[in-house]
C-alpha cells in the first residue's frame, strides 16, 4: 500500500483473471479462449483498417456495430449497447442499474467479477446457493433485491438454464433489473434475447470473445429495452467516449458477416467437448453437463489441486478454483483435437502413478 492511494483503494479486492502463462511448448485450457482463430474476413477488415485515418478517432456510437447486432439478433439498434469487452459492459451496468440500496443477488458458485464490481461500487449483495447438482433454483430469487444477475450458461460450472425458467424468473420479477450473462450462450445453450421484448426489466449480455474468437479485440454488448440501453450510454459517455477502437469495431462487424465459419467453429468445439467429455468420465472423473465451450469436474479420488499442479509439470494449464464447494473440480477449456488429446495423455499418466 502506498500513502498516496485513498482509503476507497485500499478496501478493494480485484479480480484476478486467468493466467497468462509465457511457458515454451503450452498447452493452455484455463481461460476459455476459442481453440479456433478469427473469421478470415475479420482478418481482412481489420487489415484495411490499417491506414491513415488511424489518426482519427473512431465512432463513439459504433453505429455499424450495434446495426451488425441488431440485424443479427432481430432487434432495433436502440436496443444494443456496445464496450470494451462485457466486463465493461457490466461494469457500467452495475454503476448504472445496480446501485439501488438493496441487494442484488446472484449465484454463490458464479463469475468472480460480480462481488468484485459490488465492492467498487458499493452495491450490497447476497450470494444464493446453488442445488446440490450446481443448478439454479429460480424460485430462491425473490423478495426485495436490488437487481438479480447469473451467467447463461453458469461459471465456472457451464451448467444451462433453459429458456422457461428464465421466462419465470422474469414474471416473477418484474420491479427489478434482471440481467442475464450469456458469454457461452453459442456453444449449447438458447439466447434469452428473444424476451426482450416482452420484458422490459430483461438485459441480455454477450461477448465476441468466445465463440468469435475475439477475446483479443475486447467486443462485449447488451441487448434490451432502450430505456436500460440509455442508462448504460450516459455512463459510458461519462467515462470514455470512446470505448472501442477503429480496428475492433470493423472486424466485430465482419464476423457477423461470415456466418458459415462461425457455424463451422461452434460445431468444431461442441463436437469436441462432447469426446473430452467422455474420454473425462472413462478416466473416473465427474464432469457436470456443460452448455460452454469448458467443461467442469472431479476426480472420484484424486486431489484437483494436485492433478492442477501434475498437468502444468506436463505444460497443460488448466484453472483450480479454490472457493467453497468447488476447491475438488477443475475447469478445463476445450481445445483443438491435439491439445485434448495431449491434456488426455498428461492425464493418464498422472492417474497411472
Known amino acids: 500500500m502506498s500513502r498516496f492511494w485513498s482509503p476507497f483503494v485500499k478496501g478493494l479486492v480485484p479480480y484476478v483473471p486467468g493466467e497468462q502463462p509465457k511457458m515454451h511448448k503450452l498447452t ?5 479462449e476459442n481453440p479456433y482463430g478469427p473469421s478470415p474476413k475479420v482478418l ?42 462485457s466486463d465493461e459492459v457490466l461494469a457500467h451496468i452495475f454503476h448504472g442499474l445496480f446501485q ?48 438479480i444477475i447469473f451467467p447463461n450458461p453458469n461459471a465456472p460450472t457451464g451448467c444451462f438454464l433453459p429458456l ?47 465463440s468469435r474468437s475475439l477475446a483479443g479485440l475486447r467486443v462485449g454488448f447488451a441487448v434490451g429495452h432502450p430505456d436500460l440501453i440509455e442508462a448504460l450510454e450516459r455512463i459510458k459517455n461519462s467515462f470514455n467516449s470512446y470505448p472501442l477502437d477503429r480496428l475492433a469495431q470493423r472486424g466485430a462487424v465482419a464476423s457477423f458477416a461470415d456466418q458459415a465459419y462461425f457455424e463451422q467453429c461452434q460445431q468444431a468445439v461442441v463436437s469436441e467437448r ?18 460452454a465451450n469448458f467443461v467442469f469436474c472431479r476426480h472420484c479420488s484424486r486431489d484437483a489441486a494436485a492433478l492442477a499442479a501434475g498437468l502444468r509439470e506436463d505444460g497443460v494449464i488448466v484453472r483450480h478454483f479454490k472457493q467453497a464447494r468447488i476447491e475438488q473440480y477443475l475447469r478445463i477449456t476445450v481445445g483443438r483435437p491435439e491439445e485434448n488429446a495431449v491434456l488426455l495423455a498428461s492425464l493418464q499418466a498422472i492417474l497411472a502413478n
Open 44 to 85: 481482412a477488415a481489420i487489415q484495411d483498417e490499417l491506414g491513415d485515418d488511424l489518426r482519427r478517432y473512431p465512432d463513439p456510437n459504433s453505429d455499424l456495430l450495434k446495426a451488425a447486432i441488431a440485424d443479427y439478433h432481430g432487434v432495433d439498434a436502440a436496443q444494443v449497447f456496445v464496450g470494451n469487452g
Open 164 to 210: 422457461a425458467e428464465i421466462e419465470r424468473l422474469l414474471m416473477v420479477n418484474t420491479e427489478t433489473v434482471v440481467v442475464i450473462d450469456e458469454a457461452y450462450v453459442d456453444f449449447g445453450g438458447e439466447s434469452a434475447i428473444c424476451l426482450v421484448e416482452r420484458f422490459p426489466n430483461l438485459l441480455v449480455t454477450q461477448t465476441l470473445s468466445k
Open 28 to 32: 493452455k485450457l484455463n481461460t476459455n
Open 274 to 291: 462432447d469426446k473430452l467429455v467422455q474420454a473425462l468420465t472413462a478416466l473416473d472423473f465427474e464432469v457436470l453437463p456443460s452448455a
Open 100 to 147: 439501488h440500496g438493496k441487494p442484488l443477488l446472484f449465484p454463490d458458485i458464479t463469475y468472480s467479477f460480480y462481488p468484485v464490481y459490488c465492492g467498487l461500487y458499493g452495491i450490497p449483495y447476497e450470494a444464493i446457493p446453488l442445488d446440490e447438482s450446481f443448478q439454479i433454483r429460480v424460485g430462491d430469487y425473490t423478495g426485495m433485491k436490488g437487481g
